[in-house]
């Protein structure tokens, strides 16, 4: 299991991208496979440009290049967002905690009617059922929880930031 990562929304990178780093992102989350010698082609610069850019951004942490999968596909039929409230006093724990669970791919600390927001991908209805009731309510500082079962995903991307 990969270590839990955890980023305030107001981290930035250090210095502004550049716009040749921009413009090798947006190839990227078009095609992550796509290879350097044609994104480099593209932008009319070198390969080995494009490459040391690509390991620089993985490096400093602005670009992921991974595999997305269809839930659905793979056997996961009840996906779901989860508003939680917590003790105030352990948010922060409690919100490491949901974050280590299995199903959960998604958890994030909010300001407003909930603290965290959780969003889970389970096997079905009672893996679902048992993710609440056995694991996610027994987590010290969670009070109270509410499940928004996914009808529907009427929009899913990874291409953002860029332009």
């Known amino acids: 299991m990969e270590p839990i990562r955890s980023r ?86 409690a919100a490491e905690q949901i974050a280590a669970l299995p199903e959960v791919s998604y958890a994030v600390i909010t300001a407003g009617h909930y603290d965290i927001l959780v969003e889970t991908v389970c096997e079905d209805n009672d893996a679902l059922l048992s993710f609440l009731v056995d694991r996610l309510r027994h987590i010290d500082g969670v009070r109270e929880t509410e499940a928004y079962v996914y009808l529907r995903i009427v929009k899913e991307t990874y291409q953002w930031g860029t332009r």
């Open 8 to 93: 305030a929304l107001t981290e930035r990178v250090g210095d502004e991208l550049a716009d040749l780093d921009k413009r090798i992102i947006e190839h990227l989350q078009q095609d992550g496979r796509r290879p350097f010698t044609q994104i480099a082609a593209d932008l009319g610069v070198s390969e080995a440009a494009v490459r040391a850019r690509t390991n620089r951004l993985i490096e400093r942490g602005v670009l992921q290049i991974v595999g997305v999968t269809d839930p659905f596909k793979l056997g996961f039929h009840q996906m779901a967002m989860i508003g939680v409230r917590c003790d105030g006093d352990k948010l922060v724990s």
